[in-house]
Every structure is written in structure tokens, then in C-alpha cells.
């Protein structure tokens, strides 16, 4: 037998997986409250709806500054943040909201835009309202006397008054209407950079108007940069085609300027330095604007939708969203649409995010990402969002999302401790997506180099046709697009397109082939478990807590001639997930399978694999001595689809050839948890790729073999190890995390040196 002994660099990389940094504290709101504050939002809107259907109560209506141009605004805002919050355009408080909207007579900048925002929420059958609006709004423009032939928004049409706040909001109609591939001229976009361009300071912030301001202010820099966001859409995807451009490109500039302006002053529970919260709904709303158009993730060192979300939880209630200071120009139900927006705009989940290298050319096509998450939330009929993290953020920033993007056309080089966070972030659960720009050799050979070091067992092989990736909905030819993955014998841990220059495919949104965009498709229902994906505040990872124990037990991973570590990350999240339990204090120990220790030290043994595997003699004499002398074997197929179980089984009966192969009897505490303070199993529930392949199953197929009484070698062909995981991937024949963490948990506890005490309360009960 081949003696294991790793090459040292790749033990310092395994000693560097320890020291990636701690695991961020989870956020001071919890997506439970935040949906809990949706909900509270939600009713005091329609609570607030008058007997005609609408927000609106004076016959001017609200901040019309003596013009009456925004009568209507408060019920478009209104019935906006209802279908952002997912309220059924069909229910009948929308239906008279949406009917009330559709009979005003309105005028104005503010209220058409947000008219046009309810109208592109809704089906096709509204695209004439949604047209006719667009008509009026593009008669607003006026000169903003920045720079020649600079246009802005005034509140209508013959008021020469403009500010960044009204130009903002025409900006935003101008662009729901070209979403929905409405005819916005394109001479429209280039007036409007030549106004923001010649109204951001020095400083990098933008101005409300030069009439009554000349400072810059945060509020007002989130209209600026959500306005050059869209115009670099419009005016620039096509200047980013030569890979190396993205970094000097004017735009760029003037946005990454606007950016360190608005992270270095912004704060969650003030509008701008010195205004206190009068018009904080007004500011949370363009954050999350900010926040979803640049994928950012913090601003000033703060996640900026967790401290938002805090601020709106802790001042929600019954009656809304109100704080101390708020401006009478903005009444409650504003206030709360405003909130309702940011919250339920911000809380949906992450698609993927796109890695920050730096001295890397990782951002050469700036909207590649932020194109294909737009696209596969709309073709799945799912709100997800995209992120920009950096190489040096934590990994549980890292897991935010089932998908990491790395692009680049040049070749990428980490260090040992990158090198480490990133195969962390697989081993967690993760999977890395690599694009080449412009089919660059260079960089795809620097990342095949790179996986080949951190999973050397694992050869880079084109995708199957008939694997989930190229068929779970779309089906695809893995080799249009040189799709090729690294695949430990459970699931993909990487995917490398090198074919084609799939990145400015994605940011030109070039519709022309259709194998990009539905590959992804494919890859997202794979990483997501067809569509389970998890929102923003939800737990992407077992976090360790302060206190927790329980008993202390040694578990053994046992290391032979094979794929005998294909999960290297799970006994550590389930050890922490026992710990937070209060049932076990466990501590894992890699052992040769040809040398196991005395069941004394180590009562458990688990043996993982994923192929076919034949054991040495040394390696089946152990096994039989180490049982004999009352120790636990647990045989797992990780992944649940390999042919490892099988050729155990094979071996196994030669060791005994005198013991049968039986279920484990839902009696024993293995199952039943009685006696060993575990839980109840005797009823489980496996993934849903399982239930899909063969219906509903809820009994747990443990096999073993029994000696005096005690079933000391568990056989299970289904996964435990990827259960442990709690991360979501189709394919994977096994438990859910849930009933794969209990029954590990009771085997543990099983198998501890010290008998437990009988249970004083019920059975802890599966979910």
C-alpha cells in the first residue's frame, strides 16, 4: 500500500485553512424580524388606504410646493413598495390602488417616474399606461445650466427649477421603461451624464441644486451614482469590450470617486452629515440603490442593509415606520413605503458574487454579473441580487452566496492565505465560477494551475452532457462554451468557461446565443437546490457560540488509499453545531485506516468515500480488531451515488463472513435517541433531489452489523457528510442538513466513552 504523505506547501495550506480569520458575528437583525417588519409595513399601508383606493388625501396632495404636480405620488410610492414587498397585483386593496393610479391626471416629474415603477411591475396589459408616461416624462427635461447641452429635471414641464433629487427619479422612469424595451431615445441619456458629470464636487459627492445648495451631501450622492450606474449601462457597455479598459475609463473613475465620498460619510440612521433623520426613508431608499447597483457590500466598514434593516426594525410598528426628528414634509405612509422598499429590495437573496482581487483585472466588464443576476431572476421568477466581495472580506462573507465569480484576462496569482480562503469557501459549500475575458489562455491556465494545487486528486474534465449542469432546465453543450469543472465525487467544486468570451456576452446582455445565459440557469438551480436559496440576513453558516458543551468525545476520520475526504469541512460544522446544541464537545482526529487506535481514545470511526475502494489486509485486520474490541464504524457514500458502499459491503462480509447486513432497529438510541439525550429519528427527511427521484421516503436507511447486542459497523449509502454541510445542492443523494446533523449527532452520542443519563424531558423533535 502507498504511503499517504502530502506535499509540506499543501499542509501549510491546510494549516492556513485554521487561520483565515474568525467567523463574523451575525448580524444584530435576523431575517426573521426583518420579515416580521415587512409584514407590520405591509398592513399599516393598507391600513392607511382611503374608500377610493389611494394614498393621497388633499386634493393638491403632498409636497406639491404650490404647484400641484405630485398629487398621486404618495399612492404611486405606495403601490410600489406593495409589489416590491411581492403584494398580488390581484388583491383587491391593489386592484382599487391600481385603479385609483390609473385614473389620476397626473403631472410631474416625482409622479410619473413612480407611476412608471408600479406600471413596470405589472403585465404587459399595462405597457400603454406604461408608454404614455414615458411620453410625458421626456417633456421634463430642462437645461440644468451645468455645461452646454446638460439636462435635468425640474418638477414638470415650464418650471425651470431642477435638482438632483427631482433628476434622480426622472433617470429612474426613463430606465423602467427601457427595462421593459420601451422606446427611450438615446440622445435623452447624454444630456443627463453631461448634468451629473458637471455637478459632482471635488470631493466626489453631488449637490441637491446650485440655487440652495452648494455642499454635497450623502443623500444626494446615492442620486448621483444611481443615476451614473444606469447612464454607464446606456452610454459605455460597449466601451468595456477589449479586456483593460474598465480600470482608467473616465465613468469608472467619476463612480469609484462617488463611491469613497458616500462609504466614508454614510451612516444608517442619518440622511447626510447634519440633517439628522427628517428624510431618512428618503436616504435608507437610495442606499439600497447605491448598494444594488455597485454590488457593495459595506459602506463606511458597515453592512449597510443589516445596520439599515435595524434601524427600520427597531422603529417599526403597528403604526409604521416613524422616528424622532422626521421632517412633516414626508408623512408616515412615505416614510414606510420607503422602508418597505428598502427592506424588501435588499432582503432578497444573493445570486452570486463577483471576487475583488487586488493588482488583478477582475472588474473588465463592470456589468457582466449584475446582467446575468437581472436575467436569471426574471427567467426564474425569483428577486436575487448580486455583490461585489473582496479577496480579503471572510469567508462567511464569502458564503453569502451559493456562487463565487472570478474574472480576469490576465493571470492571477494568491498567496498561500488566499490560496487557503479559497478553498475554504468550497469546502464550506461554495462553488467557484472562472470566466475568461476574451478567451484568455493565460488566465485559465493560471487557474487550472491553481485548482490543481489545492485539489490535486480532482482533474479538470469537460461537463457530461448528461450531467445536471448541462440539463436541469436548459439543455446545453457544456463544449460551446468550454465548460469544464473539478468534481470530487459528490459535486462540482469549480467550473472553469474558457471556450468563448462568456463575460462580455453577459455584460453586452448579446442574447444572440442563448447557451450562456441558460448554463447559468442550470448552475444556479444546481448550487441553489432548484431554487432554495437563502435571503441575505438568513444563517449561511454554522456560527460557533460563546457557550454550549456537552459531553466530550473523540471522533476518528479514517485515511486510506482513496477519495477518503471528499467533505474535509463537515465534521467541523457539525462539531459546532453540536457544541451550540449543548450535545457534544467533539474533536476530530485524521487516522490511518491500517493503524486505528483503542474505541477507549476513539469510540467512533467514520470511513467516507465515493468510489470504489479496495481496502489493503492491514487495513481489514484493523477494522475487524478495532470492532471486536467494542469500537463504532460508520461507512458513508458521500454524495450517495458512488459505488463506495458496495465494495465496502464486499469487504466487509469477507472479514465476517458469519454477520448479515440488517437496518438498524428504530429502537436503538442510534435512531429512537432514547437514553442518550439525541433526537427522535425514527422519522427523517431527505433532499429533495431525493424525494424527486424516488418520492417520499421517511425512514432512515442505516444498515449494520450487530455484535452482542450493538450494531458497531453502520453502513450508509446516503449522504450524511455534504448533509453536514447545511449548504443546498442538487444531486445529492442523502438526508437533509437537518436529519444528517441529528443522526450524526446520535451516532456520536452513541458511541461516547460514558454512558448518557435517561432523558429527563421530551425527545428533541426534528422540524
Not at 400603454?128 to 447641452?149: F, Q, W
Not at 452610454?235 to 469609484?256: C, E, M, S, V, Y
Request: proline share 5%.
Amino acid at each position: 500500500m502507498q504511503v499517504w504523505c502530502p506535499h509540506v506547501r499543501m499542509i501549510m495550506l491546510l494549516l492556513l485553512l485554521l487561520a483565515v480569520g474568525p467567523i463574523a458575528p451575525a448580524s444584530a437583525v435576523t431575517d426573521e424580524e426583518v420579515g416580521k417588519a415587512i409584514q407590520q409595513l405591509v398592513e399599516y399601508l393598507y391600513k392607511k388606504q382611503n374608500a377610493q383606493g389611494h394614498w393621497d388625501d388633499a386634493e393638491r396632495g403632498e409636497g406639491n410646493h404650490s404647484e400641484g404636480l405630485q398629487y398621486g405620488g404618495t399612492s404611486a410610492l405606495a403601490t410600489y413598495a406593495l409589489l416590491a414587498a411581492g403584494e398580488s397585483y390581484q388583491k383587491p386593496q391593489m386592484k382599487r390602488a391600481i385603479n385609483a393610479l390609473a385614473n389620476f391626471d397626473i403631472k410631474g416629474t416625482y409622479v410619473t417616474s413612480l407611476r412608471m415603477h408600479v406600471w413596470s411591475h405589472l403585465p404587459d396589459i399595462f405597457e400603454p399606461a406604461l408608454n404614455k408616461d414615458l411620453r410625458y416624462l421626456l417633456t421634463c427635461p430642462i437645461d440644468s445650466e451645468v455645461s452646454k447641452g446638460a439636462k435635468a429635471f425640474g418638477y414638470g414641464p415650464g418650471l425651470n427649477s431642477w435638482s438632483n433629487s427631482r433628476t434622480q427619479y426622472g433617470t429612474l422612469g426613463l430606465w423602467e421603461a427601457a427595462k421593459r424595451g420601451q422606446p427611450v431615445p438615446q440622445a435623452v441619456w447624454d444630456p443627463l451624464q453631461r448634468h451629473f458629470v458637471g455637478t459632482q464636487l471635488e470631493n466626489g459627492s453631488w449637490i441637491y441644486n446650485k440655487q440652495l445648495h452648494n455642499k454635497g451631501t450623502v443623500a444626494m450622492t446615492a442620486a448621483g451614482l444611481t443615476a451614473m450606474y444606469i447612464l454607464q449601462d446606456y452610454l459605455h457597455a460597449d466601451d468595456f469590450r477589449a479586456p483593460g479598459r474598465a480600470a482608467n475609463h473616465p465613468i469608472r473613475k467619476l463612480i469609484d470617486h462617488g463611491l469613497e465620498y458616500f462609504s466614508k460619510n454614510w451612516k444608517p440612521d442619518k440622511d447626510s452629515p447634519g440633517r439628522g433623520s427628517q428624510f431618512l426613508g428618503y436616504h435608507l431608499y437610495g442606499t439600497e440603490r447605491v448598494g444594488l447597483a455597485s454590488g457593495r457590500k459595506y459602506f463606511g466598514g458597515r453592512d449597510w442593509f443589516a445596520a439599515g434593516a435595524e434601524v427600520i426594525v427597531k422603529n417599526t410598528t403597528s403604526r409604521g415606520f416613524s422616528v424622532k426628528g422626521a421632517s412633516n414634509y414626508s408623512s408616515s405612509v412615505v416614510r414606510s413605503s420607503f422602508a418597505l422598499l428598502f427592506l424588501s429590495r435588499g432582503r432578497s437573496p444573493i445570486f452570486a458574487s463577483k471576487l475583488e482581487v487586488p493588482d488583478h483585472d477582475w472588474n473588465n466588464r463592470p456589468r457582466d454579473l449584475a446582467n446575468l443576476a437581472a436575467w436569471v431572476s426574471d427567467t426564474v421568477e425569483q428577486k436575487m441580487n448580486w455583490q461585489v466581495i473582496s479577496i480579503d472580506n471572510s469567508v462567511e462573507d464569502w458564503l453569502d452566496a451559493p456562487l463565487l465569480y472570478l474574472t480576469g484576462a490576465e493571470p492571477v496569482e494568491f498567496d498561500d492565505k488566499q490560496k487557503a480562503k479559497l478553498k475554504s469557501y468550497i469546502d464550506l459549500g461554495g462553488l467557484l465560477i472562472i470566466a475568461a475575458d476574451a478567451n484568455s489562455a493565460q488566465f485559465v491556465n493560471s487557474i487550472e494551475t491553481l485548482l490543481a494545487e489545492l485539489y490535486p486528486r480532482y482533474p479538470m474534465q469537460m461537463i457530461a452532457e448528461d450531467d445536471e449542469l448541462a440539463s436541469m432546465v436548459f439543455p446545453v453543450q457544456p463544449l460551446r462554451i468550454g465548460a469544464r469543472s473539478i468534481h470530487n465525487g459528490a459535486r462540482h467544486l469549480a467550473i472553469v468557461l474558457g471556450g468563448r468570451d462568456v463575460p462580455w456576452t453577459w455584460h453586452s446582455s448579446s442574447h444572440t446565443d442563448p447557451a450562456p445565459w441558460q448554463f447559468m440557469i442550470n448552475v444556479y438551480n444546481y448550487a441553489s437546490e432548484k431554487g432554495r436559496i437563502r435571503n441575505r440576513l438568513e444563517d449561511h453558516i454554522t456560527r460557533r457560540n460563546k457557550t454550549g458543551g456537552g459531553v466530550k468525545v473523540t471522533v476518528g476520520r479514517a485515511r486510506y488509499e482513496g477519495n477518503w475526504d471528499p467533505e474535509p469541512r463537515a465534521w467541523g460544522v457539525q462539531a459546532d453545531m453540536m457544541f451550540n446544541a449543548s450535545k457534544a464537545q467533539v474533536t476530530t482526529k485524521t487516522l490511518d485506516l491500517s493503524k486505528l487506535p483503542s474505541p477507549k481514545d476513539v469510540p467512533l470511526i467514520h470511513v467516507a468515500g465515493t468510489e470504489d475502494v479496495q481496502f489493503s489486509a492491514g487495513e481489514l485486520e484493523a477494522i475487524k480488531t478495532y470492532v471486536s474490541a467494542g469500537g463504532r464504524m460508520l461507512f458513508e457514500n458521500v454524495g450517495g451515488r458512488g459505488l463506495f458502499i458496495e465494495s465496502v459491503q464486499r469487504a466487509l462480509l469477507r472479514v465476517f463472513p458469519n454477520e448479515r447486513l440488517r437496518p438498524v432497529a428504530t429502537d436503538n438510541p442510534i435512531v429512537s435517541g432514547k437514553g442518550i439525550g439525541g433526537y427522535d429519528m425514527t422519522s427523517v427527511r431527505y433532499r429533495p433531489f431525493v424525494v424527486f427521484r424516488i418520492g417520499n421516503v421517511d425512514t432512515p436507511r442505516l444498515l449494520s452489523m450487530t455484535f452482542d447486542g450493538d450494531p458497531r459497523i453502520i453502513l450508509s449509502n446516503d449522504d450524511l457528510s455534504f448533509g453536514m454541510l447545511n449548504q443546498r445542492v442538487w444531486g445529492i443523494y442523502g438526508y437533509t442538513s437537518e436529519s444528517a446533523s441529528q443522526l450524526m449527532t446520535n451516532l456520536v452520542l452513541a458511541s461516547a466513552p460514558q454512558p448518557q443519563p435517561a432523558d429527563k424531558q421530551p425527545l428533541s423533535k426534528k422540524k
